[in-house]
T-cell receptor, first 110, second 111 residues
Framework: GQSLEQPSEVTAVEGAIVQINCTYQ??????LSWYQQHDGGAPTFLSY????GLEETGRFSSFLSRSDSYGYLLLQELQMKDSASYFC???????????FGKGTKLSVKP | DAGVIQSPRHEVTEMGQEVTLRCKPI?????LFWYRQTMMRGLELLIY????????DSGMPEDRFSAKMPNASFSTLKIQPSEPRDSAVYFC?????????FGPGTRLTVL
């Protein structure tokens, strides 16, 4: 089967840096994605890592280590609008399904 | 491209009634997915289609749930009969390349 683990909640202050970790177990692996979801909204795509290393998109970066079945999302220069839930998702298994973690609720304080 | 469109946005119904959720995916998509999200269970994959063909419906809770995709531009998720435990937000999503685009969701409340 497939499973993902990520912290349920993280709190940080404006301007800070926060890292949200994700560990996964899957039979067959195609890539690790990150999605952001604001309260009452739909998940929106942030990043995708198929290969080891760091992918940077503006203030957000995502890292993958396939050998460790581990990845993280790094958010820099936190802003209040970054308060949201962040989901890691693995594309794996025999069908290449996208399976989501439970999400990490990030609260950014002034 | 208007993105993934779902209707209705909100649905309140009584236990035992049939509920039909609709989805119009983005153009040029590869696959279409139906998810259910609740506080307790998070985001759960119910079923997905490739080229309008159901590939994996192992997430469909039980026989009361059914999904169809008669063409590339339309899909439905039907619950018959509905139960209070079906109350959730149902998302339709379509994949294009490596990115999955979500619709705004349908918030279903079964009384």
């Amino acid at each position: 089967g497939q499973s993902l683990e990520q912290p349920s909640e993280v709190t940080a202050v404006e301007g800070a840096i926060v890292q949200i970790n994700c560990t996964y177990q899957t039979s067959g692996f195609y890539g690790l994605s990150w999605y952001q979801q604001h309260d009452g909204g739909a998940p929106t795509f942030l990043s995708y890592n198929a290969l080891d290393g760091l992918e940077e998109t503006g203030r957000f970066s995502s890292f993958l280590s396939r050998s460790d079945s581990y990845g993280y999302l790094l958010l820099q220069e936190l802003q209040m609008k970054d308060s949201a839930s962040y989901f890691c998702a693995v594309r794996g298994g025999s069908q290449g399904n996208l399976i989501f973690g439970k999400g990490t609720k990030l609260s950014v304080k002034p | 491209d208007a993105g993934v469109i779902q209707s209705p946005r909100h649905e309140v119904t009584e236990m035992g009634q049939e509920v039909t959720l609709r989805c119009k995916p983005i153009s040029g998509h590869n696959s279409l997915f139906w998810y259910r999200q609740t506080m307790m269970r998070g985001l759960e994959l119910l079923i997905y289609f490739n080229n309008n063909v159901p590939i994996d419906d192992s997430g469909m809770p039980e026989d009361r749930f059914s999904a169809k995709m008669p063409n590339a531009s339309f899909s439905t998720l039907k619950i018959q009969p509905s139960e209070p435990r079906d109350s959730a937000v149902y998302f339709c999503a379509a994949t294009r390349g490596r990115e999955q685009f979500f619709g705004p969701g349908t918030r279903l409340t079964v009384l």
